[in-house]
Protein backbone atom coordinates (compact mmCIF):
# COMPACT_ATOMS: atom_id res chain seq x y z
CA UNK A 1 0.00 0.00 0.00
CA UNK A 2 1.59 3.74 -0.73
CA UNK A 3 1.65 6.54 1.18
CA UNK A 4 -1.34 7.91 -0.34
CA UNK A 5 -2.92 5.07 0.36
CA UNK A 6 -2.45 5.01 4.16
CA UNK A 7 -2.95 8.76 3.99
CA UNK A 8 -6.74 8.25 2.54
CA UNK A 9 -7.08 5.72 5.04
CA UNK A 10 -6.00 8.29 8.09
CA UNK A 11 -8.44 10.41 6.79
CA UNK A 12 -11.41 8.29 6.06
CA UNK A 13 -10.90 7.05 9.63
CA UNK A 14 -10.72 10.37 10.84
CA UNK A 15 -14.15 11.34 8.99
CA UNK A 16 -15.44 8.19 10.46
CA UNK A 17 -14.42 9.01 14.25
CA UNK A 18 -16.04 12.37 13.51
CA UNK A 19 -19.39 11.23 12.67
CA UNK A 20 -19.81 8.97 15.60
CA UNK A 21 -19.11 11.52 17.60
CA UNK A 22 -21.60 13.94 16.29
CA UNK A 23 -24.43 11.26 16.44
CA UNK A 24 -23.41 10.49 20.08
CA UNK A 25 -23.65 14.12 21.19
CA UNK A 26 -27.10 14.53 19.43
CA UNK A 27 -28.31 12.02 20.98
CA UNK A 28 -27.74 13.71 23.85
CA UNK A 29 -30.10 16.66 23.77
CA UNK A 30 -32.83 14.51 25.81
CA UNK A 31 -30.54 14.66 28.62
CA UNK A 32 -31.32 17.36 31.49
CA UNK A 33 -29.46 20.73 31.38
CA UNK A 34 -30.88 22.73 34.16
CA UNK A 35 -32.97 22.46 37.19
CA UNK A 36 -35.56 25.31 37.52
CA UNK A 37 -36.14 24.48 41.23
CA UNK A 38 -35.72 21.93 44.06
CA UNK A 39 -37.55 21.38 47.25
CA UNK A 40 -36.57 19.40 50.67
CA UNK A 41 -37.62 19.17 54.52
CA UNK A 42 -34.90 18.05 56.77
CA UNK A 43 -35.08 15.75 60.20
CA UNK A 44 -32.12 16.28 62.63
CA UNK A 45 -31.33 14.02 65.60
CA UNK A 46 -28.74 14.47 68.63
CA UNK A 47 -27.30 11.15 70.36
CA UNK A 48 -26.97 11.07 73.82
CA UNK A 49 -23.34 9.34 73.74
CA UNK A 50 -20.34 11.23 75.15
CA UNK A 51 -22.75 14.00 77.15
CA UNK A 52 -21.32 14.87 80.59
CA UNK A 53 -24.18 16.95 81.96
CA UNK A 54 -27.21 18.44 81.50
CA UNK A 55 -28.04 17.55 77.92
CA UNK A 56 -29.02 21.52 76.79
CA UNK A 57 -29.21 20.82 73.15
CA UNK A 58 -31.38 19.89 70.91
CA UNK A 59 -32.63 20.28 66.88
CA UNK A 60 -35.70 21.99 65.11
CA UNK A 61 -36.07 20.51 62.13
CA UNK A 62 -36.92 22.16 58.87
CA UNK A 63 -40.72 20.84 58.65
CA UNK A 64 -41.63 23.40 55.77
CA UNK A 65 -39.78 22.66 52.00
CA UNK A 66 -37.17 24.98 51.34
CA UNK A 67 -37.10 26.15 47.54
CA UNK A 68 -34.55 26.91 45.13
CA UNK A 69 -31.66 25.63 42.92
CA UNK A 70 -28.19 26.58 43.97
CA UNK A 71 -26.78 28.64 46.86
CA UNK A 72 -26.68 28.62 50.63
CA UNK A 73 -29.62 26.14 52.03
CA UNK A 74 -31.06 26.29 55.44
CA UNK A 75 -31.24 23.02 56.97
CA UNK A 76 -32.99 23.80 60.34
CA UNK A 77 -31.27 24.61 63.67
CA UNK A 78 -29.57 24.15 66.67
CA UNK A 79 -31.22 24.85 70.19
CA UNK A 80 -29.40 25.65 73.33
CA UNK A 81 -31.50 25.78 76.52
CA UNK A 82 -29.42 28.46 78.56
CA UNK A 83 -27.73 26.56 81.65
CA UNK A 84 -27.87 28.08 85.50
CA UNK A 85 -24.74 30.01 86.01
CA UNK A 86 -21.69 27.31 87.20
CA UNK A 87 -23.32 24.34 85.37
CA UNK A 88 -21.18 23.00 82.43
CA UNK A 89 -22.25 20.29 79.93
CA UNK A 90 -19.39 18.42 78.36
CA UNK A 91 -19.80 16.87 74.98
CA UNK A 92 -17.05 14.18 73.71
CA UNK A 93 -18.01 12.47 70.09
CA UNK A 94 -21.46 13.07 70.99
CA UNK A 95 -23.45 11.68 67.34
CA UNK A 96 -25.70 13.95 64.96
CA UNK A 97 -27.69 13.72 62.11
CA UNK A 98 -29.41 15.82 59.67
CA UNK A 99 -31.39 14.22 56.65
CA UNK A 100 -32.20 16.18 53.77
CA UNK A 101 -35.78 14.69 52.11
CA UNK A 102 -36.43 16.11 48.74
CA UNK A 103 -40.02 17.08 47.82
CA UNK A 104 -40.09 17.87 44.48
CA UNK A 105 -37.14 18.50 41.62
CA UNK A 106 -38.39 20.31 38.04
CA UNK A 107 -35.23 19.58 36.40
CA UNK A 108 -35.27 20.65 32.50
CA UNK A 109 -39.07 21.44 32.88
CA UNK A 110 -40.10 18.35 33.84
CA UNK A 111 -40.99 17.43 37.66
CA UNK A 112 -39.69 14.81 39.42
CA UNK A 113 -41.67 13.71 42.91
CA UNK A 114 -41.07 10.15 43.21
CA UNK A 115 -37.93 8.04 43.49
CA UNK A 116 -36.11 11.17 45.51
CA UNK A 117 -34.15 9.54 47.88
CA UNK A 118 -32.89 11.20 51.32
CA UNK A 119 -29.21 12.76 51.90
CA UNK A 120 -28.10 11.85 55.32
CA UNK A 121 -25.05 13.86 56.48
CA UNK A 122 -23.60 12.67 60.36
CA UNK A 123 -20.96 14.04 62.50
CA UNK A 124 -19.93 14.90 66.25
CA UNK A 125 -20.31 17.19 69.09
CA UNK A 126 -16.81 18.18 70.64
CA UNK A 127 -16.53 21.27 73.81
CA UNK A 128 -18.65 22.59 76.86
CA UNK A 129 -21.81 24.96 77.21
CA UNK A 130 -21.55 26.25 80.05
CA UNK A 131 -24.41 28.33 82.57
CA UNK A 132 -23.80 32.22 81.24
CA UNK A 133 -23.85 31.36 77.38
CA UNK A 134 -20.89 30.42 76.74
CA UNK A 135 -19.56 27.44 74.60
CA UNK A 136 -16.74 26.05 72.62
CA UNK A 137 -18.95 23.32 71.29
CA UNK A 138 -18.27 22.64 67.86
CA UNK A 139 -20.21 20.72 65.70
CA UNK A 140 -17.68 18.73 62.76
CA UNK A 141 -19.73 16.60 59.74
CA UNK A 142 -17.95 13.52 58.73
CA UNK A 143 -16.39 13.05 55.43
CA UNK A 144 -18.77 12.76 52.90
CA UNK A 145 -18.66 12.86 49.28
CA UNK A 146 -19.61 16.09 47.94
CA UNK A 147 -21.33 14.51 44.71
CA UNK A 148 -24.68 12.49 45.81
CA UNK A 149 -28.04 11.40 44.19
CA UNK A 150 -30.95 12.63 44.44
CA UNK A 151 -33.08 10.96 41.97
CA UNK A 152 -33.06 6.68 42.26
CA UNK A 153 -34.46 6.75 38.42
CA UNK A 154 -35.69 8.79 35.30
CA UNK A 155 -32.79 11.54 35.46
CA UNK A 156 -30.00 10.86 33.65
CA UNK A 157 -26.73 13.01 34.27
CA UNK A 158 -28.33 14.63 36.95
CA UNK A 159 -26.17 14.95 40.63
CA UNK A 160 -26.22 17.52 42.87
CA UNK A 161 -23.24 19.03 44.50
CA UNK A 162 -22.87 19.56 48.83
CA UNK A 163 -20.39 21.83 50.01
CA UNK A 164 -19.71 24.45 52.77
CA UNK A 165 -21.65 22.13 55.75
CA UNK A 166 -19.21 23.08 58.79
CA UNK A 167 -17.56 22.87 61.17
CA UNK A 168 -19.22 25.70 62.78
CA UNK A 169 -19.68 26.62 66.72
CA UNK A 170 -22.69 26.02 68.49
CA UNK A 171 -24.06 29.25 70.30
CA UNK A 172 -23.92 28.68 73.75
CA UNK A 173 -27.98 29.78 74.21
CA UNK A 174 -30.96 30.65 71.84
CA UNK A 175 -30.44 28.98 67.66
CA UNK A 176 -27.64 28.37 65.66
CA UNK A 177 -28.40 27.86 62.07
CA UNK A 178 -27.27 24.56 60.07
CA UNK A 179 -26.52 25.97 56.90
CA UNK A 180 -24.95 24.38 53.42
CA UNK A 181 -24.00 25.03 49.89
CA UNK A 182 -26.00 23.22 47.19
CA UNK A 183 -26.11 23.10 43.39
CA UNK A 184 -27.77 21.17 41.06
CA UNK A 185 -25.88 20.11 38.14
CA UNK A 186 -25.66 17.87 35.18
CA UNK A 187 -23.23 15.60 33.93
CA UNK A 188 -21.83 15.82 30.03
CA UNK A 189 -23.20 13.27 27.83
CA UNK A 190 -21.36 9.62 28.32
CA UNK A 191 -20.32 8.29 24.81
CA UNK A 192 -22.58 4.52 24.63
CA UNK A 193 -20.78 1.61 24.13
CA UNK A 194 -21.85 1.14 20.35
CA UNK A 195 -19.69 4.33 19.66
CA UNK A 196 -16.93 3.50 22.13
CA UNK A 197 -16.64 0.43 19.89
CA UNK A 198 -16.35 2.47 16.71
CA UNK A 199 -13.45 4.90 18.48
CA UNK A 200 -11.96 1.84 19.52
CA UNK A 201 -11.67 -0.21 16.41
CA UNK A 202 -10.50 3.18 13.75
CA UNK A 203 -8.23 3.90 16.39
CA UNK A 204 -6.33 0.74 16.05
CA UNK A 205 -6.63 0.71 12.13
CA UNK A 206 -4.75 3.75 12.04
CA UNK A 207 -1.79 2.48 14.63
CA UNK A 208 -1.90 -0.59 12.34
CA UNK A 209 -1.72 1.30 9.46
CA UNK A 210 0.94 3.70 10.17
CA UNK A 211 3.11 0.78 12.04
CA UNK A 212 2.84 -0.44 8.03
CA UNK A 213 3.58 2.33 6.65
CA UNK A 214 7.11 2.71 8.47
CA UNK A 215 7.97 -0.95 7.57
Do not use: H
Not at 69 to 93: C, E, M, S, W
Not at 144 to 152: E, G, L, N, S
Not at 180 to 205: C, D, F, K, Q, R
Request: net charge neutral; aromatic share 10%.
Amino acid sequence: MTVVSFRRLTWNLAALLTVALTVNSARGDAMPTSATSFGFTTSGQIGTEGVTGFNALSFRSQTDPVWGTTGARYLGQFLTAPLPPGLTTTYKDTPFSISILPVGLNYNDTWYTNDLQPVVLKGKLNGTLTGGGYSNLVATFDPTDPWVDVVKSGLTGAETFLSGIGPFLIGGSGTTNAMMNWAVVSAAPVPEPSTLMVIGSGLTLLCLARRKNWL
